[in-house]
T-cell receptor, first 114, second 114 residues
């Protein structure tokens, strides 16, 4: 079974600074999807960014970018110019195929200090 | 843009009672997923449906059942409720035939069992 590990239960960053959240996963598949979801205090699950494993180029979405290292099975999220609204729980998730279940990591609670 | 709708948003039940959670996917989405998130936990996959047929099954108790109807909405039925069933229940939807693998989450139903 696939597993997703987030080794940082908590992280903090100063407003306007950059922070990187780590995620590793285990799979025997060669093609799959990886996601970062944000869960603010409202508990809504919000998709931040996604990466298809067959794409070598790292995904970017405005201030959010990933460092996808397929051989190392690593998928980190970099948040640039951190804003107070970025404070949330961040979950890394793995999906084997389009339409398959998501397996989540344990989450990283991000605090943004003014 | 239309989002996933879940009802009710909050539900309080007593032990051994029955609960029904409803999910209305984004229009034209044909796949529905159910996840359970316990306090301080990551979301755990329960079950999914594609074109009204069960497509995958996770760690869903036998006391729970679900189905997807002809209009693509889905219902999660939970019987003989236990204190441990208290959690946030998410429904997500996706367009199963799409390549992106993205799942869009509803706001969740918070179930409290007393």
């Amino acid at each position: 079974a696939q597993t997703v590990t987030q080794s940082q239960p908590e992280m903090s960053v100063q407003e306007a600074e950059t922070v990187t959240l780590s995620c590793t996963y285990d799979t025997s598949e060669s093609d799959y999807y990886l996601f970062w979801y944000k869960q603010p205090p409202s508990r809504q699950m919000i998709l931040v960014i996604r990466q298809e494993a067959y794409k070598q180029q790292n995904a970017t979405e405005n201030r959010f970018s990933v460092n996808f290292q397929k051989a190392a099975k690593s998928f980190s999220l970099k948040i640039s110019d951190s804003q107070l609204g970025d404070a949330a729980m961040y979950f890394c998730a793995y999906g084997e195929t389009s339409g398959s279940r998501l397996t989540f990591g344990e989450g990283t609670q991000l605090t943004v200090n003014p | 843009a239309a989002g996933v709708i879940q009802s009710p948003r909050h539900l309080i039940k007593e032990k051994r009672e029955t609960a029904t959670l409803k999910c209305y996917p984004i229009p034209r989405h044909d796949t529905v997923y159910w996840y359970q998130q316990g306090p301080g936990q990551d979301p755990q996959f329960l079950i999914s449906f594609y074109e009204k047929m069960q497509s995958d099954k996770g760690s869903i108790p036998d006391r729970f059942s679900a189905q997807q109807f002809s209009d693509y909405h889905s219902e999660l039925n939970m019987s003989s409720l236990e204190l441990g069933d208290s959690a946030l229940y998410f429904c997500a939807s996706s367009f199963g035939g799409g390549p992106e693998g993205e799942q869009y989450f509803g706001p969740g139903t918070r179930l409290t069992v007393t």
